[in-house]
């Protein structure tokens, strides 16, 4: 007799089916992901020596601005690298998602001849 946790995974193997990679794709992801690891690294290190200075300085309004570039950087860059990652997966990537639902909802003035 199954549980319902097995009973579920097999529900879910049948919707969405798992995509086993290549080698190569492996090595791709691989790559991306110590790329965008220290990408990331990098950014946080750097910016988080610039808070310390603009501590020592007492400026909290500068500590503020880095922390909220800090915050945008490193989304911003998590972004990219689940991009790269699906780009390499074939799935399509959250842009081309959003394209694809752009172009199912046409505004009516342009549905008019």
């Known amino acids: 007799m199954k549980s ?9 193997e049948k919707k969405a089916p798992t995509v086993k990679l290549t080698e190569k794709q492996k090595a791709e992801i691989a790559e991306i992901n110590s790329l965008y690891g220290s990408k990331i690294a990098e950014r946080e290190t750097f910016l ?3 808070i310390a200075k603009a ?9 503020g601005e880095i922390k909220d570039q800090l915050a945008r ?18 799935s399509p990537t959250a842009f081309e998602q959003e394209i694809v639902q752009l172009e199912k909802t046409t505004p009516a003035d342009e549905t008019k001849p």
């Open 4 to 12: 319902a946790y097995e009973l579920a995974m097999e529900r879910l």
């Open 73 to 90: 950087e490193v989304r911003r860059l998590h972004r990219e690298w689940e991009e790269k990652k699906a780009a390499v997966h074939g």
């Open 55 to 63: 501590q020592s300085k007492s400026d909290f309004t500068a500590i």
């Open 48 to 50: 988080q020596a610039e």
